[in-house]
């Protein structure tokens, strides 16, 4: 049995549930938006592919490349850092470039600097800045050599 119903009636439901007429994702929620890059993770195992939008920091770590993610996820890769920063670059996402403190090159998302704040009594020695990021898995901020006043010219490039 087919109940029928009004243009009146559908439109008023239409209007009273707006998520019927199309599924929206929830505002609060990261949306994966933009390309996905395929990165080959350690452990020989088969390409993932990796939202460059929410790429926040790239570095070195135990001998790989370390790409931390705004989900609070970080992905290994036995890519060099250099090239994953040149793949997620050109899709647009601004990245900084930095020195850490074992004197290497990392590259941290501008969009996602939430502080920046001298670290002379806070971190290790040579850690002259540091800055506070989302969605690091392992702390809440990156000690880098730069001054505070280097690093906030680099973000305003």
Not at 15 to 20: A, D, E, H, K, V
Not at 30 to 43: R, S, Y
Not at 95 to 114: F, H, K, M, N, Y
Request: aromatic letters at 4%; charged letters at 20%.
């Amino acid at each position: 049995m087919r109940i029928p119903l009004s243009r009146r009636a559908l439109a008023g439901l239409l209007i009273l549930s707006p998520g019927l007429a199309a599924a929206q994702p929830a505002p609060d929620l990261p949306t994966p938006a933009g390309p996905f890059l395929e990165i080959v993770p350690t452990g020989g195992h088969g390409p993932v592919r990796l939202a460059a939008a929410q790429v926040v920091r790239i570095g070195r770590a135990e001998g790989y490349t370390v790409i931390d993610t705004a989900a609070w996820v970080q992905q290994r890769t036995v890519e060099a850092a250099e090239s994953v920063a040149r793949r997620v670059s050109a899709t647009g996402q601004r990245l900084v470039p930095l020195t850490d403190l074992s004197g290497q090159r990392c590259w941290l998302a501008a969009e996602r600097v939430v502080l920046v704040r001298g670290s002379e009594d806070r971190h290790a020695t040579g850690a002259r800045a540091a800055l506070v990021l989302v969605g690091l898995r392992f702390g809440q901020d990156v000690a880098v050599r730069e001054t505070v006043e280097e690093v906030m010219a680099a973000l305003g490039r």
